[in-house]
Protein backbone atom coordinates (compact mmCIF):
# COMPACT_ATOMS: atom_id res chain seq x y z
CA UNK A 1 0.00 0.00 0.00
CA UNK A 2 3.13 2.11 0.94
CA UNK A 3 4.15 1.79 -2.96
CA UNK A 4 0.58 3.02 -4.33
CA UNK A 5 0.97 6.29 -2.47
CA UNK A 6 4.30 7.15 -3.09
CA UNK A 7 3.84 5.96 -7.09
CA UNK A 8 0.94 8.27 -7.20
CA UNK A 9 3.04 11.16 -5.66
CA UNK A 10 5.50 10.81 -7.77
CA UNK A 11 3.38 11.04 -10.92
CA UNK A 12 1.87 13.80 -9.83
CA UNK A 13 4.90 15.88 -9.50
CA UNK A 14 5.97 14.48 -12.59
CA UNK A 15 2.84 15.65 -14.39
CA UNK A 16 3.27 19.26 -12.96
CA UNK A 17 6.59 19.58 -13.87
CA UNK A 18 6.09 18.73 -17.06
CA UNK A 19 3.31 21.28 -17.48
CA UNK A 20 5.39 23.86 -15.94
CA UNK A 21 8.00 22.79 -18.56
CA UNK A 22 5.74 23.22 -21.22
CA UNK A 23 4.30 26.59 -20.19
CA UNK A 24 7.78 28.34 -19.36
CA UNK A 25 8.56 27.04 -22.96
CA UNK A 26 5.51 28.88 -24.19
CA UNK A 27 6.00 32.11 -22.93
CA UNK A 28 9.60 32.30 -23.51
CA UNK A 29 8.92 31.57 -27.74
CA UNK A 30 5.69 34.18 -27.28
CA UNK A 31 8.09 36.79 -25.82
CA UNK A 32 10.83 36.02 -28.36
CA UNK A 33 7.85 36.46 -30.81
CA UNK A 34 6.68 40.03 -29.34
CA UNK A 35 10.23 40.78 -29.31
CA UNK A 36 11.15 40.57 -32.97
CA UNK A 37 7.62 42.05 -34.03
CA UNK A 38 8.56 45.40 -32.02
CA UNK A 39 12.34 45.22 -32.85
CA UNK A 40 10.56 45.18 -36.82
CA UNK A 41 8.26 47.96 -36.10
CA UNK A 42 10.41 49.98 -34.55
CA UNK A 43 13.29 49.78 -37.32
CA UNK A 44 10.22 50.88 -39.95
CA UNK A 45 9.21 53.60 -37.68
CA UNK A 46 13.09 54.94 -37.87
CA UNK A 47 12.68 55.10 -41.79
CA UNK A 48 10.08 56.69 -42.14
CA UNK A 49 6.56 56.26 -43.27
CA UNK A 50 5.62 53.88 -45.28
CA UNK A 51 4.47 54.97 -49.31
CA UNK A 52 3.12 51.84 -50.28
CA UNK A 53 0.65 50.92 -47.51
CA UNK A 54 -2.92 50.02 -49.11
CA UNK A 55 -4.39 50.50 -45.92
CA UNK A 56 -4.16 54.21 -45.80
CA UNK A 57 -4.78 57.39 -48.08
CA UNK A 58 -2.68 60.39 -48.41
CA UNK A 59 -3.57 63.48 -46.41
CA UNK A 60 -4.76 66.66 -47.66
CA UNK A 61 -4.04 69.80 -47.22
CA UNK A 62 -6.26 72.58 -47.48
CA UNK A 63 -4.97 74.06 -50.51
CA UNK A 64 -5.52 70.31 -52.12
CA UNK A 65 -1.66 69.28 -52.59
CA UNK A 66 -1.04 65.73 -51.24
CA UNK A 67 1.10 65.57 -48.13
CA UNK A 68 2.25 61.78 -47.66
CA UNK A 69 1.04 59.21 -44.97
CA UNK A 70 0.11 60.84 -41.65
CA UNK A 71 2.08 64.13 -42.03
CA UNK A 72 0.06 66.75 -39.64
CA UNK A 73 -0.15 70.30 -40.80
CA UNK A 74 0.28 73.58 -39.01
CA UNK A 75 -3.05 75.22 -38.06
CA UNK A 76 -3.56 77.26 -41.13
CA UNK A 77 -7.34 78.61 -40.69
CA UNK A 78 -8.60 81.17 -38.76
CA UNK A 79 -10.35 79.12 -36.80
CA UNK A 80 -7.62 76.76 -35.34
CA UNK A 81 -6.20 80.43 -34.70
CA UNK A 82 -8.19 81.15 -32.34
CA UNK A 83 -7.97 78.15 -30.38
CA UNK A 84 -4.23 78.61 -29.77
CA UNK A 85 -4.00 79.62 -26.75
CA UNK A 86 -1.15 81.14 -24.50
CA UNK A 87 0.11 81.50 -20.70
CA UNK A 88 0.87 84.23 -18.89
CA UNK A 89 1.87 83.83 -15.17
CA UNK A 90 0.32 85.87 -12.31
CA UNK A 91 2.79 86.93 -9.41
CA UNK A 92 2.77 85.06 -6.54
CA UNK A 93 -0.65 85.84 -4.10
CA UNK A 94 0.30 85.62 -0.29
CA UNK A 95 -2.14 86.68 1.87
CA UNK A 96 -3.91 86.27 5.21
CA UNK A 97 -7.75 84.88 4.59
CA UNK A 98 -10.60 85.97 6.57
CA UNK A 99 -11.61 82.68 9.07
CA UNK A 100 -9.19 81.34 10.90
CA UNK A 101 -7.65 84.39 11.87
CA UNK A 102 -3.61 84.34 11.36
CA UNK A 103 -4.07 81.68 8.41
CA UNK A 104 -1.86 82.49 5.80
CA UNK A 105 -2.39 81.49 1.98
CA UNK A 106 0.09 81.52 -1.08
CA UNK A 107 -1.32 81.18 -4.29
CA UNK A 108 0.36 80.95 -7.80
CA UNK A 109 -1.49 80.71 -10.57
CA UNK A 110 -1.68 81.29 -14.68
CA UNK A 111 -3.75 82.64 -16.73
CA UNK A 112 -4.88 81.15 -20.28
CA UNK A 113 -5.60 83.47 -22.95
CA UNK A 114 -6.16 83.43 -26.70
CA UNK A 115 -2.87 83.56 -29.03
CA UNK A 116 -4.00 86.84 -30.51
CA UNK A 117 -5.61 88.41 -27.76
CA UNK A 118 -3.14 91.48 -26.88
CA UNK A 119 -3.32 93.60 -23.63
CA UNK A 120 -3.92 91.29 -21.39
CA UNK A 121 0.10 91.62 -19.67
CA UNK A 122 -0.68 95.59 -19.20
CA UNK A 123 -3.70 94.31 -16.89
CA UNK A 124 -1.87 91.46 -14.66
CA UNK A 125 -1.18 93.45 -11.74
CA UNK A 126 -4.54 94.66 -11.63
CA UNK A 127 -5.81 90.62 -12.24
CA UNK A 128 -3.32 89.83 -9.33
CA UNK A 129 -4.81 92.83 -7.04
CA UNK A 130 -8.70 91.86 -7.84
CA UNK A 131 -7.57 88.05 -6.52
CA UNK A 132 -5.88 89.03 -3.34
CA UNK A 133 -9.01 91.21 -2.32
CA UNK A 134 -10.98 88.41 -2.78
CA UNK A 135 -8.52 85.59 -1.02
CA UNK A 136 -8.49 88.13 1.72
CA UNK A 137 -12.67 87.37 2.06
CA UNK A 138 -12.70 83.91 1.68
CA UNK A 139 -13.00 81.28 4.80
CA UNK A 140 -11.10 77.89 5.34
CA UNK A 141 -14.32 75.94 4.92
CA UNK A 142 -15.32 77.77 1.66
CA UNK A 143 -12.17 75.87 0.09
CA UNK A 144 -11.86 72.53 1.19
CA UNK A 145 -12.36 69.21 -0.77
CA UNK A 146 -12.36 69.05 -4.29
CA UNK A 147 -15.51 71.05 -4.45
CA UNK A 148 -14.26 73.72 -2.83
CA UNK A 149 -11.06 74.20 -4.95
CA UNK A 150 -13.39 74.08 -8.20
CA UNK A 151 -15.91 77.10 -6.66
CA UNK A 152 -12.25 78.83 -5.50
CA UNK A 153 -11.07 78.05 -9.36
CA UNK A 154 -14.37 79.60 -10.83
CA UNK A 155 -14.46 82.70 -8.42
CA UNK A 156 -10.86 83.73 -9.24
CA UNK A 157 -12.12 83.04 -13.30
CA UNK A 158 -14.79 85.07 -12.92
CA UNK A 159 -12.89 87.70 -11.37
CA UNK A 160 -10.52 87.92 -14.20
CA UNK A 161 -12.95 87.39 -17.15
CA UNK A 162 -14.08 91.01 -15.73
CA UNK A 163 -11.07 92.54 -15.26
CA UNK A 164 -9.80 91.65 -18.82
CA UNK A 165 -13.14 92.02 -20.33
CA UNK A 166 -13.53 88.69 -21.17
CA UNK A 167 -9.78 87.81 -22.65
CA UNK A 168 -9.50 84.97 -20.25
CA UNK A 169 -10.19 81.60 -21.35
CA UNK A 170 -9.35 79.83 -18.58
CA UNK A 171 -6.96 79.99 -15.03
CA UNK A 172 -4.51 76.99 -14.03
CA UNK A 173 -4.05 77.18 -10.39
CA UNK A 174 -0.47 75.98 -9.93
CA UNK A 175 0.40 76.05 -6.13
CA UNK A 176 -1.92 76.86 -2.97
CA UNK A 177 -0.40 76.34 0.23
CA UNK A 178 -2.53 76.97 3.36
CA UNK A 179 -0.81 77.63 6.29
Do not use: C
Request: charged share 25%; glycine share 8%.
Amino acid sequence: MADKGTDAGRRSILGIAIASLLATGFGASAGWVLSLRMHTKAGKAEAGPATSDPGTAPTKAPDGTETGHGTVQPATTAEQAKLATRTLLLPPIMTTIANPPNTWLRLEMALIVAAEERGVEEQLAQVADDELSYLRTIEISQIEGPSGLRFLKDDLLDRAKTRTTGKVQDIVIRTMVLE
